[in-house]
T-cell receptor
Framework: NAGVTQTPKFRILKIGQSMTLQCTQDMNHNYMYWYRQDPGMGLKLIYYSVGAGITDKGEVPNGYNVSRSTTEDFPLRLELAAPSQTSVYFC??????????FGQGTRLTVV | GEDVEQSLFLSVREGDSSVINCTYTDSSSTYLYWYKQEPGAGLQLLTYIFSNMDMKQDQRLTVLLNKKDKHLSLRIADTQTGDSAIYFCAERVDNYGQNFVFGPGTRLSVLP
């Protein structure tokens, strides 16, 4: 039982490049979330999903896209990377009335 | 909107008690959480409390909830160097898929 797995752990992108942050969970959780963590700012919600085929915007969705074709996977896509997207990204999942389980994070730097 | 506030830094001596405080704004929150983040790692759930409880104790951890003042605290007894980490307070709110709203985190430094 691996929990929530994120790849890659680190990535450096040039401005304007695109990439996909992968997130997968093997706990059959219906809720999944993507957060970004900026220093001193806590975690901000980017997108979330309440089940396969259903996604919706969080607080800071601009510049990102997601999909949820399966229960297990919830990839986050950056189409045109900008320096403001330099951050640490966390994926999380949970069942209906439990705590959220977090991945180890992806540290992204846009230069 | 919802907001969760915490002080950013706390230093204590090894063996002393640590108290990390948090205030939140959403009075309808049903669950309140404390997460721990060690360097380079994800967030790990430490403990949580239902909003109809005043206190919860789990080994060295004591959580106190004052619903009237919307104040949550985490007390760590006999603080050890391994407790050095960032501690996040979070409330679960009924928007954004019952999302978690996190505070900025309190960086606890334990001095020998």
């Amino acid at each position: 039982n691996a929990g929530v797995t994120q790849t890659p752990k680190f990535r450096i992108l040039k401005i304007g490049q695109s990439m996909t942050l992968q997130c997968t969970q093997d706990m059959n959780h219906n809720y999944m979330y993507w957060y970004r963590q900026d220093p001193g700012m806590g975690l901000k919600l980017i997108y979330y999903s309440v089940g396969a085929g259903i996604t919706d915007k969080g607080e800071v969705p601009n510049g990102y896209n997601v999909s949820r074709s399966t229960t297990e996977d919830f990839p986050l896509r950056l189409e045109l990377a900008a320096p403001s997207q330099t951050s640490v990204y966390f994926c999380a999942s949970r069942l209906r009335d439990t705590e959220a389980f977090f991945g180890q994070g992806t540290r992204l730097t846009v230069v | 909107g919802e907001d969760v506030e915490q002080s950013l830094f706390l230093s204590v001596r090894e063996g002393d008690s640590s108290v990390i405080n948090c205030t939140y704004t959403d009075s309808s929150s049903t669950y309140l959480y404390w997460y721990k983040q060690e360097p380079g790692a994800g967030l790990q759930l430490l403990t949580y409390i239902f909003s109809n409880m005043d206190m919860k104790q789990d080994q060295r951890l004591t959580v106190l909830l004052n619903k009237k003042d919307k104040h949550l605290s985490l007390r760590i007894a006999d603080t050890q160097t391994g407790d050095s980490a960032i501690y996040f307070c979070a409330e679960r709110v009924d928007n954004y898929g019952q999302n978690f709203v996190f505070g900025p985190g309190t960086r606890l430094s334990v001095l020998p």
